[in-house]
């Protein structure tokens, strides 16, 4: 049985875009496989779901599609937000409906509006900002009844999700309100045919050359991972860090096998492009 590109260790140096001729110039290094299954995403139905960071949906673009969810994680100066607004305006665009939860007052209402083209864009936006775990809880619980008059919402987008849980001090209610999270979450996705899309920060860990927890004081390697871990068989995985002031890499682990793909791309203001020939 084939592998789906994306579901094998590597690294792809992305087609060259050309900004005057509009055509792309193919690197070398693009395997067979890869340029393939471009060509068959060109005959299929266009996907609303996109980001609109051309390197990121080349990568993301087969798993975001109704019945999975997507998180995305990284530390502050990566444009996890914009990257949200990019969904927003292709699903909106594709006449379908939105919801979308602030958790820290990073994706304001105005920011959306001003983002989108006309009102009648921005009247398929639903919000709502919500700080508290439990007040998550009961949106994430109730919005099934939100749907049955609703039809039209196919995209929910869950911003901060992580934030909710850093006030909580207990270990063992923090696991157990972050499994009924992703087990609500997952019934949205599975049951409803939602498409959900969650974004968390990055916290710091010592790891010991054995594996084990380690401290700061001793010999152990300081690795950054998501605060909340949502990956399961149907939400992929996306870590984006920063390389430099206009470059980044993104890491995205598929909901579907246990392989990576690795990416690098550019920045190009608050976007996220493909290096400029």
């Given at each position: 049985?084939?592998?789906?590109?994306?579901?094998?260790?590597?690294?792809?140096?992305?087609?060259?875009?050309?900004?005057?001729?509009?055509?792309?110039?193919?690197?070398?290094?693009?395997?067979?496989?890869?340029?393939?299954?471009?060509?068959?995403?060109?005959?299929?139905?266009?996907?609303?779901?996109?980001?609109?960071?051309?390197?990121?949906?080349?990568?993301?673009?087969?798993?975001?599609?109704?019945?999975?969810?997507?998180?995305?994680?990284?530390?502050?100066?990566?444009?996890?937000?914009?990257?949200?607004?990019?969904?927003?305006?292709?699903?909106?665009?594709?006449?379908?409906?939105?919801?979308?939860?602030?958790?820290?007052?990073?994706?304001?209402?105005?920011?959306?509006?001003?983002?989108?083209?006309?009102?009648?864009?921005?009247?398929?936006?639903?919000?709502?900002?919500?700080?508290?775990?439990?007040?998550?809880?009961?949106?994430?619980?109730?919005?099934?009844?939100?749907?049955?008059?609703?039809?039209?919402?196919?995209?929910?987008?869950?911003?901060?999700?992580?934030?909710?849980?850093?006030?909580e001090s207990d270990f063992?209610?923090?696991?157990?309100?972050?499994?009924?999270?992703?087990?609500?979450?997952?019934?949205?996705?599975?049951?409803?045919?939602?498409?959900?899309?969650?974004?968390s920060a990055m916290s710091?860990?010592?790891?010991?050359?054995?594996?084990?927890?380690?401290?700061?004081?001793?010999?152990?390697?300081?690795?950054?991972?998501?605060?909340?871990?949502?990956?399961?068989?149907?939400?992929?995985?996306?870590?984006?860090?920063?390389?430099?002031?206009?470059?980044?890499?993104?890491?995205?682990?598929?909901?579907?096998?246990?392989?990576?793909?690795?990416?690098?791309?550019?920045?190009?203001?608050?976007?996220?492009?493909?290096?400029?020939?």
């Amino acid at each position: 049985m084939s592998m789906h590109p994306s579901c094998q260790d590597q690294t792809i140096e992305f087609p060259l875009l050309d900004h005057k001729t509009g055509e792309r110039n193919i690197s070398s290094t693009v395997s067979a496989s890869s340029l393939l299954a471009t060509s068959n995403a060109a005959k299929s139905p266009a996907n609303p779901y996109k980001t609109l960071s051309a390197p990121i949906d080349r990568i993301i673009g087969p798993y975001m599609r109704p019945g999975y969810g997507l998180q995305i994680s990284g530390p502050p100066g990566t444009y996890l937000e914009q990257l949200l607004i990019g969904l927003v305006k292709s699903v909106t665009s594709d006449g379908k409906e939105v919801m979308v939860v602030d958790m820290q007052n990073k994706l304001k209402a105005s920011t959306i509006c001003r983002s989108l083209d006309d009102d009648e864009r921005a009247d398929r936006v639903y919000y709502h900002m919500h700080h508290r775990i439990d007040e998550v809880i009961k949106l994430l619980s109730t919005f099934p009844d939100f749907l049955s008059t609703h039809p039209n919402v196919s995209l929910l987008i869950l911003s901060s999700l992580s934030f909710p849980f850093q006030v909580e001090s207990d270990f063992s209610a923090r696991n157990t309100h972050l499994n009924h999270v992703r087990a609500l979450i997952i019934k949205l996705c599975k049951h409803h045919g939602l498409v959900v899309v969650i974004t968390s920060a990055m916290s710091m860990h010592f790891i010991n050359p054995d594996g084990s927890r380690g401290t700061f004081d001793n010999d152990s390697t300081a690795v950054m991972t998501p605060q909340i871990d949502l990956s399961c068989k149907c939400i992929s995985s996306l870590i984006i860090s920063r390389v430099s002031r206009k470059s980044g890499r993104a890491l995205f682990i598929p909901a579907t096998c246990q392989s990576k793909l690795r990416v690098e791309f550019d920045y190009v203001g608050l976007d996220m492009r493909d290096k400029v020939a």
